[in-house]
């Protein structure tokens, strides 16, 4: 049986990895909006604006008849969000700052068909205390550079955390059960395609 059909408004090699983990069949293509935060919108606004205005975008862009699917994720401490560093030094600080403590990620994904439909997640990562040696390591070792926050979870960062409540995919970059309940809202089945 043919297995569901989607388009994905992201670069994220991760958000492929997940939507191809739930046997989603997809092409990708990258949307280019402006993501700067708006004066005095929440953290899960602000996800929520970004994932949807992606596949918008990617839909009006390439007049997809197919379903396209948008993402965001942000790294947030004591409601500030943290973008991907734009270099060794802003890395530290982010890493600095989320060392020994907890932070909240929020992640939201969006479908664009016929109709438009978001939904958002919203997880609690505790780090442990980080040297600076190790992050220096981390940084040499690539993975940080295009993360939000500056870590990956799935990568060497997940040495640094001490606990997670939420959604490990949410963290990742695309969260699944929110992912698969739109995708069933729209009429597009899971498991109900596996033969």
Not at 58 to 70: D, I, K, Y
Request: one cysteine or more.
């Amino acid at each position: 049986m043919k297995r569901p059909h989607l388009v994905l408004a992201s670069a994220s090699p991760r958000r492929c990895e997940l939507l191809a983990q739930i046997g989603i069949d997809f092409e990708q293509r990258v949307a280019d909006i402006d993501e700067t935060p708006r004066a005095g919108e929440s953290p899960a606004d602000y996800v929520a604006r970004l994932a949807l205005e992606k596949a918008r975008a990617v839909r009006r862009a390439g007049r997809c008849p197919a379903p396209v699917l948008g993402a965001d994720t942000a790294v947030v401490v004591d409601g500030r969000i943290l973008g991907k560093p734009a270099d060794f030094a802003d890395a530290g600080d982010m890493l600095r700052l989320l060392s020994g403590r907890a932070h909240e990620v929020f992640s939201a994904v969006a479908l664009v068909a016929g109709r438009e439909a978001v939904a958002v997640n919203c997880s609690t990562v505790r780090f442990r205390e980080i040297h600076d040696s190790e992050i220096a390591a981390y940084w040499r070792s690539g993975e940080p550079c295009d993360k939000a926050g500056g870590y990956a979870i799935q990568g060497l960062a997940a040495a640094f955390i001490e606990r997670l409540d939420g959604s490990y995919s949410g963290v990742m970059g695309l969260p699944l059960y929110e992912t698969t309940r739109l995708l069933d809202d729209f009429g597009i089945r899971i498991l109900g395609q596996i033969s």
